[in-house]
C-alpha cells in the first residue's frame, strides 16, 4: 500500500512510450515525502457531513468520519480519503526525517511473510488469532505481518557478517495488519494501520544502549514537532520479549492505557508495569480466633463486606489461575486491589498466558466456585500481594459455597504465603522512585521502543564475526510508531465543539481561503486568485474554497476541517482595504490590510 505516495505524479505519467520521461519522477521515487500541492475544494473532493455517525464512540473517531478524512471499508479497516491523506503523509515525513537524522536507513517490507520466519521465531504458535494466516496456491502458509522482527532478522542473516557493519539501523513506514480482538476507535485501534517500525543490531549491550537513547531522543522530536501533549512512560514489553522498554502515549480521556503518574519527580509507568511494593511497618497482631461464617449467595467482596459490615480493605480474595504443571496456583490480593494480569502471568509458577481456572474444575478440585475460595487449607501454592500480606485478621472464603472465615491470620491460621507484587497500582501509593504519590492519567499509546537484547538472533541462529574472528550473536532493539493512531490521538487532543484544531504541522492545509460570492464578485474572484498564487509561491499549503457555496456553510466546514488560518475576502471588504483573517483557535475574525504581505506575516509568526 503506497501510503505515501504522490499519487497526482504517478497518475500522469505517459502511457505508452518506452522512453524515460524526465519531466515525471520514476515510480520508485514516489513513496518519498512529496512536496504538497495546494489544492482549489472545486477540484479535491471533501466530503463532510454535519450528522455524529452512530458507530463511532470517541470525539476523534466521530470527527474524521464527519471531515471526511477517512471511510469505513469494514470492522477496523479504513480508507484514507484525500484530506486525510495529507495529514498521513506530513506524520509520515516527520517521522521519517528524524529517522533519518538519527542515522536509520530505510528500507521496504513485505506485508505477506511465509510461515517458516515465524515458525523459527517460535510465535506462528505464540500469537494466536491476532496473526492473520492465508495459505498460497501451493497449499504455503503464510501471514500477514503484525510486525517485521522475523523478516528483518532474515535479511540480516543473509547480508550482514561482519562486526564492522555494526550498528546499523533500518526502518521502514508500512502497513500491519493485526486482527485485533475487539477493533474500535476508528483508526486509534484497527486492524489494518500505518507503522514506521524500526530495528538495531549492535554487537553488545552498550551498543544497544546507546542507540535507545538516540531513538528515546528521536521520538521525542517526533511527538514534540507533531505537537501532541505526551509522556514516556516505563513499559511492559509484552510478547515481544526483551528486558527494557518505554512507551510514549499521547494524554487524553479516550486513552485505552492506565499510566501511574508520579505527583513530583519524573516517574511515569503503564499500569502494566508500575510496580507496588512491600507496605512498610509491622502487620497488626491477630485477635479473636478465626471463625467461619455464613455469606449466602454473596458472591463479590464488596457483597460480602456489606453482609459482615466490614470494610474492602479488610478482606482478601483469592484468584485461581493454572500453574506450569497444570496444577492450580492461588493469588491473593487485598479486597479493594485488582490483579495484574501481566506480573501475575510473570511469576515463574504461573503458566502462560495466565488463564483462571474454570468454576466447574475449582468446585470439583477446591470443593467452592470462585466466589467462596480463600487460602487457609488450599493445597496447592499461595502467591500473596504485599498489600494482602500486610493484613491481619482478615475476611477470606472457606473453601465451602455461600460460607467465609473471617480474624483470619497468616502464620496462625495459615503459613505466611510467598510475597509479590501481584497487583496494579493505585492512586495515591507511594511512586516507586520514592518521590511523591502516584496518580492516574489516561494515554494512547502512539509508540514503543525496546532493548530486544538476543531473543530473536539467537532463536533465528544469527551471529556475525567479532574484532577477534569469533562468531557473536548480536543484541537487537525494535522501535515502532503507530503513523495512523498518531493522527486520532491528535485529534483527540486538539478539537473544540465545532471540529477539529490541529497542530499546525500535521494540518491538511496551512490555509483557507473562503472567497464570498465568488461566482458574481469578479473582484472578488481576482483577489482571491492573487492571494493564493502569492502564498502558494511563499511555500505554504493552501486550500481554495472556490465551491461557490454560502459564507456559512464554507465556515461549518472549514471549521469541522480545521485548518489552523481562514482568510476571508469578500466585495465589501475589498472596497475598504480589508481581508477577514480568523484563527481555527479564535472565536471572532477580525480584519487585517487586503494584501498578501500581511497574510504572510501571521503565517510566518
Ligand atoms: P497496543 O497495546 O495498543 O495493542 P502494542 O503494544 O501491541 O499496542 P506495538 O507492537 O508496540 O503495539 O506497535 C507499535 C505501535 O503501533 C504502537 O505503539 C501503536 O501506536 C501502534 N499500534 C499497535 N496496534 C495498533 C492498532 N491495532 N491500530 C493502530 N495502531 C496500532
Ligand atoms: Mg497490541
Known amino acids: 500500500m503506497a501510503i505515501s505516495t504522490c499519487s497526482a505524479s504517478v497518475t500522469r505519467l505517459p502511457r505508452a512510450s518506452g522512453a524515460r520521461n524526465d519531466n515525471y519522477p520514476a515510480l520508485i521515487n514516489c513513496r518519498q515525502p512529496c512536496k504538497q500541492l495546494p489544492m482549489r475544494l472545486s477540484q479535491f473532493p471533501v466530503s463532510t457531513t454535519k450528522e455524529t455517525p452512530a458507530d463511532a464512540e470517541i470525539i476523534s473517531h466521530q470527527l474524521m468520519l464527519r471531515a ?71 497449499d504455503r502458509d503464510f501471514c500477514y505481518g503484525p510486525t517485521h522482527e522475523e523478516v528483518i532478522c532474515h535479511h540480516f542473516r543473509q547480508d550482514v557478517r561482519s562486526y564492522k557493519q555494526l550498528p546499523v539501523t533500518y526502518y521502514q513506514i508500512q502497513t500491519k495488519f493485526r486482527d485485533e480482538i475487539r477493533p474500535r476507535f476508528g483508526v486509534m485501534r484497527s486492524r489494518e494501520f500505518l507503522m514506521k ?38 513499559a511492559d514489553s509484552g510478547n515481544i520479549g526483551g528486558a527494557k522498554s518505554e512507551e510514549f502515549h499521547v494524554l487524553a480521556e479516550a486513552g485505552e492505557d492506565l499510566l501511574a503518574v508520579s505527583d513530583s519527580g519524573n516517574y511515569a509507568a503503564n499500569i502494566e508495569a508500575a510496580s507496588t511494593h512491600a507496605v512498610p511497618g509491622k502487620r497488626a497482631e491477630p485477635g479473636d480466633a478465626m471463625q467461619q461464617v455464613e455469606t449466602p449467595g454473596k458472591k463479590t467482596i464488596e457483597a460480602v463486606a456489606r453482609h459482615l459490615k466490614v470494610d474492602p480493605t479488610d478482606c482478601v480474595k483469592t484468584l485461581i489461575v493454572m500453574g506450569v504443571n497444570d496444577n492450580p496456583v492461588a493469588l491473593v490480593l487485598r479486597g479493594d486491589h485488582e490483579l495484574n494480569e501481566v506480573k501475575a502471568a510473570k511469576h515463574p509458577l504461573v503458566r502462560q498466558p495466565l488463564s483462571f481456572m474454570a468454576e466447574d474444575a475449582l468446585k470439583a478440585q477446591l470443593g467452592a466456585g470462585a466466589g467462596s475460595i480463600g487460602p487457609v487449607g488450599l493445597n496447592c501454592p499461595v502467591i500473596a500481594d504485599h498489600a494482602a500480606v500486610a493484613c491481619a485478621n482478615f475476611v477470606c472464603g472457606a473453601n465451602v459455597d455461600d460460607m467465609h472465615r473471617v480474624h483470619v491470620n497468616w502464620g496462625r491460621d495459615l503459613p505466611e504465603p510467598e510475597a509479590a507484587d501481584l497487583r496494579n497500582a493505585v492512586a495515591g501509593d507511594p511512586s516507586p522512585s520514592g518521590e511523591g504519590k502516584l496518580r492516574m492519567v489516561r494515554g494512547i499509546e502512539v509508540g514503543h521502543i525496546f532493548q530486544l537484547g538476543s531473543k530473536y538472533t539467537e532463536a533465528m541462529s544469527i551471529s556475525v564475526l567479532d574484532a577477534d574472528g569469533k562468531e557473536c550473536t548480536p543484541q537487537m532493539g525494535c522501535y515502532g510508531v503507530g503513523v495512523t493512531r498518531i493522527v486520532g490521538a491528535a485529534i483527540e ?113
Open 68 to 138: 471526511g478524512l477517512i471511510r469505513r471499508l469494514s470492522s477496523g479497516l479504513y480508507s484514507w480519503m484525500p484530506i486525510g491523506l495529507r495529514v498521513l503523509q506530513k506524520v509520515s515525513a516527520i517521522v521519517r526525517e528524524e529517522m533519518n537524522a538519527a542515522g536509520c536507513v530505510e528500507l521496504l517490507m513485505p506485508s505477506v511473510h511465509p510461515a517458516e520466519l515465524w515458525q523459527e521465531s517460535g510465535r506462528w504458535n505464540q500469537m494466536g488469532s491476532e496473526l492473520l494466516r492465508m495459505r498460497d496456491r501451493h
Open 197 to 234: 517500525d524500526a530495528y538495531s543490531f549492535h554487537t553488545g549491550a552498550a551498543s544497544l544502549s546507546e542507540t535507545y537513547d538516540r531513538m528515546r531522543v528521536a521520538y521525542q522530536r517526533i511527538f514534540e514537532r507533531i505537537g501532541v501533549d505526551y509522556r514516556v512512560v516505563e
Open 493 to 605: 487532543q486538539s478539537h473544540d465543539g465545532d471540529g477539529i484544531v490541529w497542530p499546525p504541522a500535521i494540518a491538511p492545509f496551512t490555509a483557507l481561503i473562503t472567497p464570498i460570492n465568488l461566482a458574481k464578485s469578479e473582484k472578488t474572484r481576482i483577489a482571491a486568485e492573487a492571494l493564493y498564487k502569492a502564498l502558494t509561491e511563499a511555500g505554504f499549503d493552501v486550500l481554495l474554497d472556490d465551491r461557490g457555496l454560502r459564507p456559512g456553510v464554507m465556515f461549518a466546514d472549514a471549521d469541522l476541517i480545521g485548518i489552523p488560518h481562514r482568510i476571508t475576502i469578500g466585495e465589501r471588504g475589498l472596497d475598504k482595504g480589508i481581508f477577514e483573517y480568523k484563527h481555527r483557535r479564535d472565536t471572532d475574525a477580525r480584519d487585517i490590510a487586503a494584501n498578501a504581505d500581511a497574510v504572510l506575516d501571521i503565517l510566518r509568526s
